[in-house]
């Protein structure tokens, strides 16, 4: 019997086999240097899954029949990363520089879309790295009761967002809440000025 301070590795969650045909794609800023977890947020899957599938300039990043999965940083400052993706290259489209491939997805795998958190300190300049080479190194960190999305109300006096964010946040119920129940100024600054 395990005790609470085992780890648990990400394979012994996912059961994949044949590692030497998967790769894990840390997906830190793409284009433009956006941000991953802001674009997850935003629930904009489609711009997350282009960054997922694209190839470089110079280098082909997966091969037909490969199974790829997509993670992403949470936090620049920690090494906590959040599944949002598992599927199958099924055509290389031979695009440099672009999308590269058409792929499915690979459906026994998407409760954990949103909701996996994993811990892992990349230690390589590379982002596209074969599982095997990492796995064992990948500890499940948190399961979440539901997706992911870290705009719980910090406290008055810790709100500093941008725009972007406030127009995502300022839905949310603990957001209205914690508002509603308080008078006071609110100071809204536009940077672009």
């Known amino acids: 019997m395990k005790n609470s301070t085992d780890k648990i590795l990400l394979n012994e969650l996912l059961k994949l086999k ?48 490969q199974i790829t999965i997509g993670f992403i940083r949470i936090n620049s400052n920690d090494n906590l990363w959040l599944l949002f993706h598992v599927g199958q290259v099924t055509k ?38 074969l599982a095997k080479s990492v796995i064992d190194d990948c500890e499940v960190a948190q399961i979440l009761p539901d997706t992911f999305d870290n705009d719980i109300f910090p406290g008055y006096d810790r709100v500093n967002v941008t725009w972007q964010e406030l127009s995502r946040i300022i839905e949310k119920e603990s957001w209205k809440t914690a508002l509603q129940n308080q008078k006071g100024v609110y100071l809204i600054t536009d940077t672009s000025c």
Do not use: C, H
């Open 92 to 129: 290389d489209l031979g695009v440099l520089d672009g999308v590269g491939y058409e792929y499915e997805v690979l459906s026994e795998y998407q409760k954990y879309f949103g909701r996996l958190i994993i811990k892992y300190k990349n230690k390589a300049q590379t982002m596209i790295r």
């Open 18 to 65: 044949d590692l030497d045909n998967v790769k894990v794609r840390f997906n830190l800023m793409f284009r433009d240097n956006w941000n991953p977890i802001e674009i997850f947020k935003d629930n904009d899957l489609e711009v997350l899954l282009e960054g997922q599938y694209w190839n470089y300039k110079r280098n082909k990043s997966f091969k037909e029949g």
